[in-house]
């Protein structure tokens, strides 16, 4: 196989994948457009007609069917169908509680007192485009038809408990953090019919993400208290942001038998994990630059579940060992939440396998090494797109052997071009006569026509985990290089980037040897036409990449071919 052919064969690969992403975004359009309708026609009847708008209606739970089950080596008394709730009752669906407003520098929440369900999570440091900078991106909604909802509760073997549909109460409907301090406590209180008192206390900290979650079960009956808190989150799908661009969205979790295991949502009705109960880990549900994520404590057990419900929500969530609690004492659940950006340090600090939610997939023993060495560019010159041509030329400069050896191959090729073409003229379709020619001038010029092949495989590794770390990266939304390109995570909007990159393959193209089979030829010169299209809605980040790359691939591939082409004139 020659240069010309792997370059062939990698480029009408991304293009296959490309137009196979396209179709399956349609698909999945289509889909999502029953599901909706679906979502809208089955929300159940005993909500109020005021509460559903065809703009945004909001999502209920139509019975117990969101509630976790639990293995079946554990004894737990299901919550009943049909039962409304009220501020005693714990069973069934819910009805509709107070909106608790709550803002610090970091969150934006709303808790309904139905459950004590975080319903909103806007995040007022990251907003939603550049020319609406008052406008924060939301994470968690409650209204279709992108519902993602962060939900508690306690089931009990013995005794009452609150599950999320129960109704709590809370001193005020309105919490911000005030200046001066770095704390903000919200709490809301539940008593049951037989005197149980459960007390939800959320806990939001200055210039955090994280929202802890102490649910304190006050065991004021006359006889013990058994059951177990579980949290979990409802979400529907939701649409991809490109055609051509996909980065994971759907369900993670982590545990002792595998840190990072993903959970799609065409999983979730029947995924079971390895083991009953496992200490430590947690769930998360991922998108785009940003997650939400439910995690224990270490020491705490606790089993997994997933569910997929009849109106197109799913349910990922764990639970914990049963407990108790004797008369006259109490207990505490501890859990974090996070909400908001995949900023890799930031959420090593809170869980070490939280950080592979920043996936870059199987080459992420090269793309954390590769960011790592960006961000430190970043940091010393201050901007991303300057990060990006820094570490190309770094990369350029590390391969320069392997890549020298590629071109001079490739030039070698170039000036046997015309004694190769002879030899297809001379033996026009008898191949076998042709390949032991060319082997014949191979020998005699000491050429090797694969040692222009294997240095690029040795390289694209590398090139395909910094494409990762560039699409992938939460730092590269919204941050600006120069003149018009002012969001390297968006398109260049003028297309000026896409243009150049097509030229520069288009530059390199002339370089190399030309195919000697015609329909390779017309092949190859449509192909920086095909690409310019396809890059034309890439991130200009990735196209930058590109750009730089190419004409760094221009410079060194035409020094080399002049160099060699002088040595074979004076030859």
């Known amino acids: 196989m020659d240069n010309q052919k792997l370059i062939l064969f990698i480029a009408l690969s ?286 705490e057990a606790n089993h997994f579940y997933t569910k997929a419900l009849a109106d197109g929500r799913f349910m990922l969530g764990l639970s914990s060992e049963e407990r108790s609690v004797v008369p006259g004492s109490s207990i505490n659940f501890a859990t974090k939440l996070y909400a908001g950006p995949k900023d890799q340090l930031r959420l090593e600090e809170i869980e070490p396998n939280l950080r592979l939610t920043v996936d870059y997939g199987v080459l992420d023993i090269l793309s954390k090494p590769l960011f790592w060495l960006m961000s430190k560019i970043q940091s010393y010159v201050g901007n991303w797109g300057l990060a990006i041509i820094a570490i190309t030329i770094l990369i350029k400069m590390i391969f320069f052997p392997l890549s020298a050896a590629s071109y001079k191959s490739m030039a070698n090729m170039r000036r046997l071009s015309p004694k190769l073409k002879a030899l297809k003229e001379r033996y026009g379709d008898d191949r076998q006569k042709m390949s032991q020619a060319m082997m014949k001038i191979y020998k005699e010029e000491k050429i090797n026509p694969l040692g222009g092949c294997l240095p690029i495989l040795v390289q694209i590794p590398v090139f395909i985990a910094l494409y990762w770390v560039l699409l992938e990266s939460v730092e590269m939304r919204q941050a600006p290089f120069y003149l018009w390109i002012d969001d390297l995570s968006h398109k260049d909007p003028y297309y000026v980037l896409p243009l150049l990159m097509g030229i520069s393959m288009f530059v390199q193209q002339k370089l190399n040897p030309p195919p000697m089979d015609p329909v390779q030829q017309k092949v190859m010169q449509a192909l920086p036409f095909i690409f310019t299209a396809f890059f034309a809605f890439f991130p200009a980040g990735l196209v930058l990449y590109w750009v730089v790359n190419n004409l760094l691939s221009i410079s060194q591939q035409w020094y080399i071919t002049k160099k060699i082409e002088d040595q074979a004139g004076k030859a």
Request: charged share 20%.
């Open 14 to 299: 991304l293009v296959i994948l490309m137009i196979f992403s396209a179709w399956e975004e349609q698909s999945q359009e289509f889909q999502e457009q029953q599901t909706r309708s679906e979502m809208v026609s089955n929300l159940p009847a005993d909500i109020p007609s005021t509460n559903v708008s065809a703009n945004e209606p909001n999502i209920q739970a139509p019975n117990a069917a969101d509630v976790p089950n639990v293995p079946q080596n554990a004894s737990v008394a299901k919550p009943a169908e049909g039962v409304k709730a009220t501020s005693g009752n714990t069973m069934g669906v819910v009805s509709l509680g107070k909106q608790l407003f709550v803002q610090t520098d970091s969150l934006h929440v709303e808790i309904n007192t139905a459950g004590g369900e975080i319903t909103r999570v806007s995040l007022p440091t990251y907003p939603v485009a550049l020319d609406k900078p008052d406008e924060p991106f939301q994470l968690l909604n409650n209204r279709l038809p992108n519902v993602f909802v962060a939900q508690s509760g306690l089931l009990a073997s013995q005794g009452s408990a609150p599950d999320h549909h129960a109704m709590f109460n809370a001193d005020k409907t309105e919490y911000q953090l005030a200046d001066g301090e770095d704390e903000l406590k919200v709490r809301l209180f539940w008593t049951g019919e037989d005197g149980l008192k459960v007390i939800k206390t959320y806990t939001f900290e200055r210039g955090s993400f994280v929202i802890n979650l102490d649910v304190e079960v006050q065991n004021t009956t006359r006889q013990i208290w058994k059951g177990r808190v579980y949290r979990q989150f409802q979400r529907t799908e939701m649409a991809r942001e490109s055609y051509f661009i996909y980065t994971y969205t759907g369900g993670v979790v982590s545990s002792s038998w595998d840190p990072y295991e993903k959970v799609e949502f065409g999983d979730m009705a029947d995924w079971k994990p390895e083991q009953s109960y496992n200490k430590g880990g947690w769930v998360a549900m991922l998108q785009h630059y940003f997650l939400s994520a439910w995690i224990p404590a270490t020491d």
